[in-house]
């Protein structure tokens, strides 16, 4: 494409994240019909929509907490679930297996399976008691094939039963089934399910992008159940988990102080420890330790986000729309795709990358969070990198300019998105301080995090704590760690399998 110096220079608060980054760089030759009027307005009124300066965020951590309460009153009392995990004894590895008042020393070989979005893992781990805890993990992890998230719940549980068939004939050295027993396994789940007990549970809506039929309102441990045994595999569901709930029970294995657990991933949740005298919902409870894990649920949070018609059109467009607002704001399903939508509109308004408008462009979800992360990253002066991305995944053309715009689109969306889910956990961190005084910021508290976008994406990250920071303020905030528990679930899941083992009270 043709290049020239002729367009008229873009508006310059604009262009203030570049310019701070690489201020002495000289700007490339632009577009020769691009019109900078039409992307500059673009590109301010996203900016000014997309703000979060303190007063949103804490609005948003101020109605995060009070949404909380509010769904924890009754179900359906807010866009908040609010399910009960039944997990209600998380203890640290040294009295773990005190669960349910056996002490036993629990050891042995136990499965996990993490269903997450695009892909699930198949782990298993060696526990060996209180001396020596976790004695070895192997996993695997298996691609979703993209048409099975649209297909029937048969052919979707077989595909996940057979993965996990040939991971269990593939067994290593180092794990072994103590004698007499049946292999057992902890489901992570990583959807909206209503716990019925620890291993069992209905499947109330799919998210990030599912649409498989047949199984809400189906008990999916029974749904793996049947498809384990068409396969022919011998094992039970000891427990049945949400990934953040299996993230929390993970990291709490190694560190009392952990009492949140949040994912940012392909989507993402929240889970904490709530006194269960907190929770008007629970008809009874037989939790010794008055505590129980909450799953918020919070990706269908919706109160007082700045959200702009990029978003609109992207959730109406959506096989779930009106429904999981905060993770189509916040999560990395969608952060690559509402930076697509812009761009979009950029060319089509104001010929960003030229007069045509290539079909990748055009397409959705052709540019993907990982994408806008490596473009993110770059530092060279003509923006190389950026361009690469941009022919690859978007099929155009670029100049240095036009880079730079995509860099400010990037920069705006992953901003608000790290400083939103900055603010929703200082409203759960703020919930459970008002419920009793010094819980939270009376001592050390840990946030355990996991999922890729909070692991891979360092500006996302730095946002989030950035966010945390100014809304806590120095002062509260230094008690506040927030720890990556890397793939904590699987373990997490494998824990609370041993925890909840039909043979725990064996000899
Ligand atoms: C699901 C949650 C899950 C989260 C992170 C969301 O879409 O509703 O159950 O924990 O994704 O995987």
């Not at 540019?367 to 992360?373: Q, S, V, Y």
């Not at 409203?427 to 010094?438: A, H, N, P, V």
Request: one cysteine or more; aromatic letters at 6%; a negative charge.
């Amino acid at each position: 494409m043709a290049a020239t110096a002729a367009s008229p220079a873009v508006g310059s608060s604009s262009l203030s994240f570049l310019r701070s980054k690489r201020s002495s760089r000289a700007l490339q030759p632009r577009m020769a019909v691009r019109s900078a009027s039409a992307v500059t307005q673009i590109l301010t009124k996203l900016q000014k929509d997309c703000a979060t300066p303190l007063p949103i965020l804490r609005h948003v951590a101020d109605a995060m907490a009070n949404d909380m309460r509010a769904g924890l009153a009754f179900d359906g009392g807010s866009d908040l679930k609010m399910i009960l995990s039944y997990v209600d004894s998380l203890r640290t590895g040294v009295d773990f297996v005190r669960f349910g008042g056996d002490e036993r020393d629990e050891k042995g070989l136990f499965y996990a399976l993490d269903l997450r979005g695009t892909n699930f893992r198949v782990l298993r781990v060696q526990l060996g008691g209180q001396e020596r805890r976790v004695i070895a993990t192997e996993s695997e992890q298996v691609p979703i094939p993209q048409e099975l998230m649209c297909a029937t719940s048969e052919e979707l549980f077989d595909f996940i039963a057979s993965g996990l068939a040939k991971f269990v004939e593939k067994k290593g050295g180092e794990f072994c089934l103590l004698p007499g027993r049946k292999r057992e396994l902890g489901f992570t789940f990583s959807f909206p399910v209503k716990q019925t007990s620890i291993d069992s549970g209905i499947l109330i809506n799919w998210t990030k992008g599912f649409a498989v039929s047949g199984t809400p309102g189906r008990d999916v441990v029974a749904c793996l159940n049947e498809a384990m045994r068409r396969q022919g595999l011998d094992m039970q569901v000891s427990a049945l988990v949400n990934d953040a709930v299996g993230t929390l029970a993970g990291a709490r294995y190694w560190d009392d102080d952990v009492m949140v657990a949040v994912i940012l991933g392909t989507g993402t949740n929240a889970c904490y420890v709530e006194r269960t005298d907190a929770i008007p919902k629970m008809a009874a409870s037989n939790s010794q330790s008055g505590t129980t894990i909450v799953n918020t649920e919070w990706g269908a949070f919706s109160t007082g986000l700045p959200l702009t018609e990029f978003d609109e059109e992207m959730d109406a467009e959506s096989i779930n729309p009106g429904e999981q607002i905060f993770e189509k704001t916040i999560s990395g399903m969608y952060l690559g795709e509402i930076v697509r939508r812009v761009l979009l509109r950029m060319t089509e308004t104001g010929s960003l990358f030229g007069s045509s408008i290539p079909e990748k462009l055009q397409t959705p979800f052709s540019l993907r969070t990982p994408h806008i992360c490596s473009m993110h990253q770059e530092r060279s002066s003509d923006l190389e990198a950026v361009g690469s991305v941009l022919y690859n995944e978007a099929g155009v053309d670029s100049d240095t300019e036009a880079r730079e715009i995509v860099l400010e689109v990037c920069d705006t969306i992953v901003k608000r998105g790290g400083r939103l889910a900055g603010a929703g956990i200082v409203g759960i961190l703020e919930k459970m301080e008002e419920d009793t005084k010094g819980r939270i910021f009376g001592k050390r508290t840990v946030v355990a995090m996991d999922g890729g976008l909070y692991e891979n994406y360092p500006e996302y990250r730095k946002y989030l704590q950035d966010a945390v920071m100014e809304l806590l303020g120095p002062e509260l905030s230094e008690k506040v760690v927030m720890e990556h528990s890397k793939d904590g679930s699987g373990i997490g899941a494998a824990l609370l399998a041993a925890a909840n083992s039909k043979y725990r009270h064996s000899t």
